[in-house]
């Protein structure tokens, strides 16, 4: 992870915690800059992995003015995918394996 993204995922994080609370089970950096590999111009993917069932809409839209803030103040996009801690665990789906293979907690 560079360095330069830490304060980003660390206000990210707090921002969901905040809206989270216990529900939050974890923020995981994935993607370019998870292995070291993002340019200038990538985003940052974060799965947002959460206690009970997820919606993806309903997380998202739970979440689009805390992220929005946090990629205006920075000036980067963040892009999230919300898993359930269950999903996260176990799912076979290859992008969720990807994650839990490379991923960063945050």
Known sequence: MQPEIR???AEL???FEAIYGDRLVKLILFGSHARGEAT???D????VVLKGPVDDWEEG???DE??????LQ???LI????????????????????????GLTV
Do not use: M
Not at 44 to 47: A, E, N, P
């Open 13 to 15: 994080k707090r921002r």
């Open 61 to 63: 839209g739970r979440t």
């Open 40 to 42: 200038p111009d990538s």
């Open 66 to 71: 805390a992220t929005a803030d946090v990629c």
């Open 74 to 76: 920075h000036g980067v």
């Open 7 to 9: 304060p980003i995922l």
């Open 79 to 102: 892009q999230r995918l919300f898993a359930s801690e269950d999903d996260y665990a176990v799912a076979p789906i290859s992008l969720l394996r990807n994650v839990r293979s490379e």
């Open 44 to 47: 940052i993917d974060v799965l």
